[in-house]
């Protein structure tokens, strides 16, 4: 193994931990790099002027409103002036970026809320934040290349800054500064931040097929298993006494919608034939027309679905150029309209078959 893929490998040896491992290997060579600080002073002020100089940094200072940024940058005397969420392909907090604008972001001098992200991030990430920010104040941009905004009349600014553009500037500070130890350990941190954005969950872009590679796969696993739990939470679906079901084609499980028990997950056979979504809820006919019933209740009478093994097979949603948390809440409310469909289609024969007793 390279020495510059240390910290990856200590990565996917520990999951769940990537962006905590990263913080405090930033902070440490911030710590012990003054190259690394003026790296990072450099970032800070080509979006922002007049911010005073980074002196000191430290991971996840709580606040007296309970806050806590990843890392605090603070001036030579001891101010906040920058804080900095480090984030791979995490979603954002409910307080985030707002709560940190309003009880944490100094007000008294220029200061930073930057959010340090893989460059692939950036333009899902962006629009999600200045939204939230705009909720507070009007935001007024003061470079749109480098994603930095002035919140209000304040000197309080939102910038995203991306892993490499940072990483960067370090190693050309390291270098000319003649920092060996420095610029081997950005290697490693480098190595790090590109196995993180590599493997996270991104967005599926529009245009294209959703791939079945493993990181894939895994991002789907985890979308079948949050959506049963979010209709659980909601009551339209139930799963007592049904287990999950591995099957030759996927990952999935049989869950109860609406009192319908049907089979969800990655059905790779369907996804294969008809190149839409890897994302798949089955039922077992119970009548010939059904399908079309459903289809008529979905809003949609020329959707395709498909007959296979035995069951009728409906396509899942899954949405174009959003991040993790939006694909889920379209998976959710597209298995919802199915259960609700399926519903009205039993309805519906159970009103036949109730109607030709009666003329009979």
Same mark, same amino acid.
């Given at each position: 193994m390279s020495d510059d893929l240390l910290l990856a490998d200590l990565v996917s #040896?520990?999951?769940?931990?990537?962006?905590?491992? +990263?913080?405090? =290997?930033?902070?440490?060579?911030?710590?012990?790099?003054? +190259? %690394?600080?003026? =790296?990072?002073?450099d970032v800070v002020k080509s979006g922002v002027r007049g911010v005073n100089p980074i002196n000191s940094v430290k991971t996840q200072v709580i606040g007296l409103d309970g806050t806590r940024p990843d890392l605090v940058c603070c001036d030579q005397t001891g101010q906040e002036r920058v804080l900095i969420e480090v984030k791979f392909w995490a979603p954002l907090t409910a307080n985030q970026p707002n709560g940190y604008v309003k009880n944490r972001l100094p007000k008294d001098g220029p200061a930073v809320l930057m959010f340090l992200v893989p460059h692939d991030r950036i333009p899902y990430l962006w629009p999600q934040l200045t939204k939230r920010v705009r909720e507070l104040d009007p935001v007024k941009v003061i470079d749109a290349e480098r994603r930095c905004v002035r919140i209000g009349d304040t000197q309080q600014h939102l910038m995203v800054v991306s892993w490499e553009s940072l990483l960067d500037s370090m190693a050309a500070r390291s270098s000319d500064s003649g920092e060996h130890s420095t610029t081997t350990q950005i290697r490693q941190l480098r190595s790090l931040a590109q196995h993180a954005g590599d493997q996270g969950p991104k967005p599926i872009p529009s245009g294209t097929e959703p791939d079945t590679s493993e990181t894939r796969l895994s991002q789907y696993r985890r979308l079948v298993d949050a959506a049963t739990e979010e209709g659980l939470k909601q009551g339209w679906a139930d799963r007592k006494g049904l287990h999950r079901a591995r099957q030759s084609y996927g990952y999935g499980r049989y869950i109860s919608l609406c009192g319908n028990v049907v089979w969800f997950g990655i059905n790779?056979?369907?996804?294969?034939?008809?190149?839409?979504?890897?994302?798949?809820v089955g039922r077992h006919q119970s009548h010939a027309d059904e399908p079309d019933v459903v289809n008529r209740e979905l809003g949609d009478e020329d959707r395709e679905w498909h007959s296979l093994r035995g069951r009728h097979w409906f396509p899942i949603e899954l949405k174009r150029d959003v991040e993790e948390p939006q694909i889920l809440a379209g998976v959710v409310d597209s298995l919802k309209r199915y259960g609700d469909a399926l519903e009205e289609a039993r309805k519906a024969a159970e009103h036949? +078959? #109730? %109607? #030709?007793?009666? #003329?009979?």
């Open positions: #040896s520990f999951p769940g931990n990537t962006e905590d491992i +990263a913080t405090e =290997a930033l902070c440490h060579i911030f710590r012990h790099s003054a +190259a %690394g600080r003026k =790296a990072l002073n790779k056979e369907l996804f294969e034939t008809s190149g839409t979504t890897p994302l798949w036949r +078959a #109730s %109607g #030709s007793t009666d #003329s009979s």
